[in-house]
């Protein structure tokens, strides 16, 4: 299966895997005129400390029908510089131009230059599925499971 991309501006790049085998293909951040205009001759990205940016891709896609594309962090991104990818689903029926939000946890300003990686993209298959409203007691759930309702760190330490 190839997903389809439209190139909407110059200077887009097209997604690709850095190795065959991986998960998921490098998107690339694409000013546009706009961001060219408003950042002052320069086209590289400022994003401050504990704040978010959306950035474009110049780049639309054609999801198939039973699909989703998911953009994640990259993890030399994440783990070096503290961006991480929010707002990370882009449903089947979306036309618009792929946009990737970015949050800096980071303590300075990180920049992003014009076709620098930014993110990446995951075709993910969608199960839909109904919902069921159940009444009477939710404590006795048959799962099987000795789990039970323990939640974040019930199964002990590490």
């Not at 997604?15 to 320069?42: I, K, Q, W």
Request: proline share 6%; charged share 25%.
């Amino acid at each position: 299966m190839n997903l389809k991309f439209y190139r909407i501006r110059a200077g887009a790049k097209l997604p690709v895997r850095a190795h065959l085998t991986d998960a998921g293909m490098d998107v690339f951040y694409c000013p546009s005129e706009n961001e060219r205009d408003r950042l002052c001759d320069t086209t590289d990205f400022w994003i401050p400390p504990h704040e978010s940016r959306v950035l474009p891709t110049g780049l639309k896609v054609e999801i198939p029908k039973g699909f989703m594309l998911e953009i994640k962090n990259k993890s030399g991104i994440a783990s070096k510089r503290q961006l991480l990818v929010g707002a990370c689903v882009i449903d089947p029926g979306y036309d618009g131009e792929v946009l990737i939000n970015l949050h800096n946890l980071g303590t300075g300003s990180q920049v992003i230059k014009p076709g620098e990686k930014i993110a990446q993209a995951i075709l993910i298959p969608i199960v839909h599925c109904g919902v069921e409203e159940r009444y009477g007691d939710a404590d006795c759930l048959n799962l099987g499971s000795k789990r039970g309702s323990g939640g974040f760190g019930s199964t002990g330490d590490m």
